[in-house]
């Protein structure tokens, strides 16, 4: 009896790798009009948050990652009232990486109309609330300045954001980067003098220190000269969007932004005020697009 008990579960346990086997086979042998066109990739993903100060050239920059011959005139004012999200994919040699990029109203902010200008505190509120909405955890924090010397109004921002990141969490150093926009009509010496600025002034020691991703030039097509680009400005900015978007790929441990509910609690006062610019907009839906 045993011996044909046996001998049975041999065979169930045949038919069953048998049929697995088939199943295996088919599939691979399958034709993609099988699947209706239809396949599955796994992707990655990267949450991005974007900050600076006001006017510093942030959305440009993200823009001209999205499409690398964007240009735009210069602006007295800043047209980013509300934080958004800019969705996009990054395909290479190791696959497809969906990326969401936050983008920040700017601190220090420049508005055509005086009565719109909001203080840091409440811009801070309205960049919680919104993260709060999109993401629950970060894997790049981008630092954004303009090209020249820097002013007490950047280290002054520089100092907010540190005080504001580091009260949320104290691992947000490991995945901040530094980035320079308007680096394009610089010479070779000037980006040289740039870079070593960063390194060096000690007025960019606490923001250098906390930046451990490192710096990072970028820059777009100037518009006054749209129509004829040189070569050289033309090889630097595709470098440097390229350097940028690799880092922003680049595999790093995700630091959460679950308790940033306290920081916002550290403005209640405001939080009425901010709502209105927030809420109306957070089911809006945003187009992507993939860059290969």
């Known amino acids: 009896m045993n011996n044909n008990n046996n001998n049975n579960n041999n065979n169930n346990q045949n038919k069953e790798i048998d049929l697995m086997g088939e199943c295996e086979e088919f599939i691979s042998n399958c034709e993609e009009d099988h699947f209706h066109g239809k396949r599955v990739t796994q992707v990655k993903k990267q949450s991005v948050l974007v900050i ?7 959305s440009c920059m993200i823009r001209n990652w999205i499409a690398p011959n964007y240009t735009t005139k ?18 290479d040699d190791t696959g497809i990486t969906n990326v969401v990029v936050i983008d920040t109203p700017g601190l220090i902010e420049h508005k055509k109309k005086k009565d719109e200008v909001r203080n840091d505190e ?27 010397d820097v002013t007490p ?18 691992n947000f150093s490991n995945i901040s980067m530094f980035v320079v926009t308007n680096s394009e009509m610089l010479s070779s010496e000037e980006l040289d ?23 990072f030039p970028s820059g777009m097509i100037p518009h006054i000269m749209k129509n004829s ?3 050289d400005i033309i090889i630097n900015i595709a470098n440097w969007r390229s350097d940028i978007l690799d ?35 957070m089911e809006k839906k945003n187009s992507k697009c993939v860059i290969s």
């Open 74 to 91: 210069k602006k007295l004012y800043s047209d980013t009232d509300k934080p958004e999200t800019f969705d996009f994919s990054i395909e």
């Open 247 to 281: 880092t922003i790929i680049k595999p790093t441990e995700p630091v959460s932004v679950l308790n940033i509910y306290p920081v916002v609690e550290h403005y209640k006062k405001d939080l009425e005020v901010v709502s209105r610019y927030v809420l109306d907009d």
């Open 52 to 58: 600076g100060k006001s006017q510093c050239g942030k």
């Open 229 to 231: 680009v040189p070569d």
């Open 153 to 170: 109004e950047d280290i002054q921002v520089f100092n907010k954001y540190l005080s504001y990141l580091t009260r949320i969490n104290s």
């Open 122 to 148: 409440i811009i801070l509120d309205l960049v919680s609330l919104f993260i709060q909405k999109e993401v629950t955890f970060l894997n790049k924090i981008i630092f954004v300045s303009k090209a020249g």
């Open 193 to 215: 003098d740039q870079e070593n600025m960063f390194e060096t002034n000690e007025n960019l020691q606490q923001i250098r220190e906390f930046c451990k991703l490192g710096y």
